[in-house]
């Protein structure tokens, strides 16, 4: 973790993604977020992009947008810089066809 942690640290941007289960980020994302907590003062001045995907629609998905928006509220100077939001997918790859997918590769070309 400590390699992770250093890579936050260092990073101009940061993207947080996750596929949403009954309303919430997977574990491994909140195991993350949780894990930054001996250095996550030093993790300051980050462009910050939201991905979550989501059989269900958006309104399915905004819980998870919050409590990441939550996390990147704790580092200082860091703003939200969009929100991409993947719905009806469910199976492996289905993301890969919508637009969501679209938007995440414009959104990394501009970054």
């Known amino acids: ?3 992770i942690l250093e890579k936050m640290v260092e990073a101009d941007v940061l993207v947080l ?3 949403v289960y009954f309303y919430s980020m997977n574990g491994q994302l909140k195991t993350l977020i949780d894990r930054t907590l001996p250095r996550y003062t030093e993790i300051r001045e ?3 992009w939201l991905i979550a995907t989501a059989a269900a629609g958006r309104g399915a998905m905004e ?3 919050d409590s990441m928006r939550g996390f990147t509220d704790c580092l200082p100077g860091s703003q939200v810089k969009g929100v991409i939001y993947g719905s009806g997918v469910y ?3 289905e993301v890969l066809e ?3 997918a679209q938007e995440a590769y414009q959104a990394g ?3």
Request: charged share 35%.
């Open 1 to 3: 973790m400590a390699g």
């Open 17 to 19: 993604a996750t596929p």
């Open 46 to 48: 980050k462009e910050v």
């Open 63 to 65: 819980r998870t947008i």
């Open 91 to 93: 199976q492996k790859g």
């Open 98 to 100: 919508t637009r969501a």
């Open 109 to 111: 070309k501009r970054a």
